[in-house]
């Protein structure tokens, strides 16, 4: 087998030094930099809470399951031979047929927002957007219905129920220059462990036998810059990384019981994460007591060697992740070199075994081995999938996720009566944009269509928008429609952005992809309009009629854009055609190319002038693209809609082309001429109303915000995001949401975006300056009056709690949603240790009906993460003492009641 015996005193030397070279590496480092930042996280840990749990079972797995769960899987691992084991320690775990063994795949599906597959799936808003409910119930029912809708996919195409997603909590929300920020759900720290604990719970279910799926918390840790994170090494302070960067997955450990955690590409400190024994071994099982596997970041291991150069062969990063405690390997790093690392005695077979079991335990306990029948989640029906259940919370989490920014003299709610045209302009207003690691939903509803749908106003076959879709053509699948504007599209998934094709057709060795829209009116139709992308030279896309062999209508030239999220503008004349047709665009070019289709129109090309078959009459512009520069005709489109019309929406932001995975951003604002636009647009209509759409906090800049009445913040807001904004712009619904990252006024307000420590003005609890708009930030069309403060005691002692209660009435005309929110802010150590200005410890989101009032309650002990502090002279966490301010109000920065408590 070539591995070494447990009693090789050759292979432990090396073995263990490699070992330490992990550990002490750690130490090293943050020794030799002690004097910039402190000696950190190599240190006597911190002592567990009293009557903390110590080992957290995933789910609601009881302890004798578990237990027997890990006996299966050590015989099943005893089954097998030393290169079988190494097989399985991939994502693509492949069967074994001499042992009756299936294959399982680790990284099966991403589930961020909504499962990553084609449709029929339902798409929630991103993460980012669903922190601004403040609605823990609300996240436990959208991630049920997620796992419900993975339960479903398994039983319908066999999909394996290990999830690479959710939730993102390494906390790169603490500067929106972060790639994937939309990913998490807030900068603060209780926020985040408040969403996630609901998502895992609604993920992994609470079955005492069966985990419903596995869910995985990443990426630990300190992962928080995207651009660089195969390279950099996070240099992080000691009260930074224990009272921040760890406090979350702590939390989802403990609490939240996460099956799965994934290491990270960066190193902290100058070692690695996959494999940083302290971080995956004396932390993470040792000290907070984890009980399931740790799956590498694609390919994290191989990082290691390749761009860190923390190791000088693969064998030796291979072993390394192994000994720390990296048990799964998203890639082949794994597969590739054990063998060989360990023909070369740096690892032992029994290390090889300890990780083969821990994810072993992950496939019994859900079921993998079991008959189906004996699985309460096998009865979950395939036709739940985007059911109308399903998309009827997806409405609901968009409305409860949008916030209200600014309402000067009451402009919103729009009242019908008084408005005969509206002028719908921007890039944002004709696509649903869904955000990354998305799947693709089959009712995807664009803020131009949910405005239209609640006015009663019929979509035309003339308006031929496909929401922002995409389309990727590798390989044969299957047809599935959808119907969007009465369009059939032919379509799947990466997840990385709206709707991917991928039907296609060999003619005469050429590969024609496709995709299908019926309904379209083609009388006095002179032009054929699209906006595409593509990666290939060699595109070319014919526009047929009526079938894939039908006549052509026209044959337009695709010139490559050099990336799927660059968009470009195409034409073409057509022949007059008369009368309703369905549309085939088929792309011609060499096997595999990438193209992508984002909009057509046929001429009259935009503003478009909607007939009307009610009292208000519509008009669409776009005015510029998302990060393209003025084009002045566009412009005198829209401010010739936006002058002509009674109020004048304009709908901006920022997607995947700005802000994404592997791409962070170095300006804050409005990317391309959108900023130019709303000026524009403003001047032609004082009763303008901006509404941001985007996957990433964006500022519009001071001088809008001073003429500016209105604007509403919708971050993808998923598939039914039309419906919730034209409910809230029309007062359909009274948004309640709350900002759950503080939006700031330009990047220069910010600390350099590699600075990790938290103390150098960062998130809401350290930033001096004035924010765009603070961190829980967010209005309501009616007012909310706070009263009655009372504290149960007037000191807090080792092992007591303070209960305070206080009466919160809706004083307005509408219903309506209020999150109140407790902070503390302590200043008794404020001369030699910088506290968080304020810290959130607590809230409530609550409906009142107009002049009722409720009473809200929070409790408060001694023993809460914002009452202590890391002691780096003692390296361990210290409560506070003296005086502590009670702070509760409507946002961070509108606080309406205030108390004192005294530490003792």
């Not at 990384?241 to 996460?258: M, S």
């Not at 408005?419 to 207003?429: E, L, N, S, Y």
């Not at 009388?523 to 079938?547: C, I, N, P, Q, Y």
């Not at 003429?707 to 359909?732: N, S, W």
């Amino acid at each position: 087998m070539g591995a070494c015996t447990v009693g090789c005193k050759k292979c432990i030397t090396r073995r263990n030094f490699l070992s330490l070279t992990a550990a002490a590496g750690t130490a090293w480092v943050l020794t030799e930099g002690e004097d910039a930042h402190g000696a950190v996280i190599n240190v006597v840990l911190a002592p567990l809470a009293v009557g903390e749990e110590t080992h957290p079972l995933p789910g609601g797995i009881t302890p004798q399951r578990f237990e027997e769960a890990k006996r299966l899987a050590a015989e099943i691992v005893a089954k097998l031979t030393f290169t079988e084991k190494i097989s399985q320690l991939g994502c693509y775990a492949p069967g074994i047929d001499r042992v009756g063994l299936p294959t399982f795949n680790y990284y099966a599906n991403e589930a961020l927002h909504g499962l990553n597959g084609r449709g029929p799936v339902t798409c929630f808003p991103i993460p980012l957007a669903l922190g601004c409910t403040w609605n823990r119930s609300l996240i436990h029912r959208v991630f049920s219905v997620v796992s419900d809708e993975a339960w479903a996919w398994h039983k319908k195409n066999g999909m394996d129920l290990a999830m690479f997603s959710p939730a993102t909590i390494n906390m790169g929300t603490r500067d929106p220059r972060w790639g994937r920020i939309g990913e998490n759900y807030s900068e603060d720290p209780y926020l985040v462990e408040q969403m996630a604990i609901a998502t895992v719970a609604g993920m992994q279910g609470d079955d005492p036998h069966y985990l419903k799926t596995i869910a995985c918390a990443k990426h630990y840790i300190a992962n928080e810059t995207d651009s660089d994170r195969h390279t950099v090494s996070a240099v992080v302070d000691p009260r930074s990384f224990w009272e921040y960067y760890a406090r979350v997955f702590e939390t989802v450990v403990k609490q939240g019981r996460v099956f799965t955690v994934m290491s990270s590409y960066n190193s902290l400190n100058g070692v690695p994460t996959s494999c940083s024994r302290f971080l995956l071994t004396d932390i993470l099982r040792d000290l907070w007591g984890f009980q399931g596997y740790v799956v590498s970041d694609c390919d994290a291991v191989e990082d290691i060697c390749k761009t860190h150069k923390f190791v000088p062969t693969m064998e030796e990063a291979a072993a390394l992740a192994i000994d720390a405690g990296c048990d799964i390997n998203c890639g082949t790093t794994f597969q590739d070199y054990l063998a060989k690392a360990a023909d070369q005695m740096l690892i032992s077979e029994s290390a090889i075994d300890q990780s083969a079991i821990r994810s072993f335990t992950g496939r019994v306990l859900l079921g993998m081995y079991d008959p189906p029948e004996q699985n309460p989640y096998s009865k979950i029906p395939i036709s739940c999938l985007e059911s109308e259940a399903h998309r009827e919370l997806a409405l609901e989490a968009a409305r409860q996720s949008i916030v209200l920014f600014r309402n000067n003299e009451n402009l919103l709610p729009l009242d019908r009566t008084k408005i005969k045209k509206i002028a719908v302009i921007g890039p944002m207003a004709d696509v649903c944009n869904l955000g990354d690691y998305c799947g693709s939903s089959l009712n995807l509803l664009s803020p131009l269509r949910g405005i239209r749908d609640l006015l009663g106003l019929p979509t035309p076959p003339s308006y031929n928008k496909l929401a922002n879709d995409y389309a990727k053509y590798d390989g044969p699948l299957q047809l599935e429609a959808c119907k969007e504007g009465g369009h059939d599209l032919s379509y799947d998934t990466d997840g990385t952005q709206g709707w991917w094709g991928q039907n296609w057709v060999k003619i005469a060795g050429r590969i024609k992809a496709w995709a299908a829209y019926r309904g379209v009116q083609f009388t006095g139709a002179t032009e054929f309009h699209a906006r595409v992308a593509s990666k290939s030279d060699v595109a070319t896309m014919e526009v047929r009629l009526d079938d894939l062999g039908g006549p052509v209508l026209c044959q337009i030239k695709i010139p490559s854009t050099g990336d799927f999220q660059k968009w470009t503008d195409v034409s073409a004349p057509i022949a007059a055609v008369s009368g309703v047709h369905t549309v085939y665009l088929l792309f011609l070019g060499e096997p595999g190319p990438l193209f992508g289709i984002q909009s057509f129109e046929l001429t009259p090309a935009s503003p478009i002038e909607l007939e009307s078959s009610g009292p208000i009459e519509v008009t669409h512009a776009r005015g510029c693209t998302v990060v393209g520069d003025r084009d002045p005709a566009e412009f005198a489109k829209a401010t010739t809609a936006a002058g002509t019309a009674d109020v004048a929406l304009v709908f901006v932001g920022a997607d995947e082309q700005v802000s994404v995975e592997g791409l962070d951003r170095k300006s804050i604002g409005l990317p391309g001429a959108q900023g130019e636009l709303i000026s524009a647009v403003y001047a032609a209509n004082p009763r303008t109303v901006v509404v941001i759409s985007s996957n990433c906090p964006v500022a519009v800049n001071w001088d809008q915000q001073e003429k500016l009445k209105a604007i509403v913040g919708g971050l993808f807001l998923g598939q039914q995001q039309g419906h919730a904004l034209a409910e809230v712009l029309f007062g359909e619904y009274n948004p309640g949401g709350k900002l759950g990252t503080t939006w700031y006024a330009k990047a220069g307000d910010l600390p350099d975006f590699h600075d990790y420590k938290l103390m150098s003005g960062r998130t809401y609890m350290y930033f001096k300056g004035k924010p765009l708009y603070p961190f829980g930030h967010g209005l309501s069309y009616t007012t909310f009056q706070y009263k009655a403060l009372q504290l149960s005691a007037g000191t807090l002692g080792p092992g007591e709690n303070v209960t305070a209660s206080l009466s919160v009435t809706n004083t307005g005309n509408r219903a309506g949603d209020e999150v109140v929110q407790l902070y503390v802010h302590a200043a008794s150590e404020s001369s030699h240790v910088a506290l968080p200005l304020k810290q959130l410890v607590n809230f409530e989101r609550i409906h009142l009906q107009p002049g009722e009032t409720k009473t809200v309650r929070f409790g408060l002990s001694h023993s809460e993460r914002a009452l202590r502090f890391w002691d780096e002279k003692n390296r361990t966490f210290k409560p506070v003492s003296g005086a502590v301010d009670l702070l509760i109000g409507s946002s961070s920065a509108d606080i309406r009641l205030n108390g004192t408590i005294q530490m003792s």
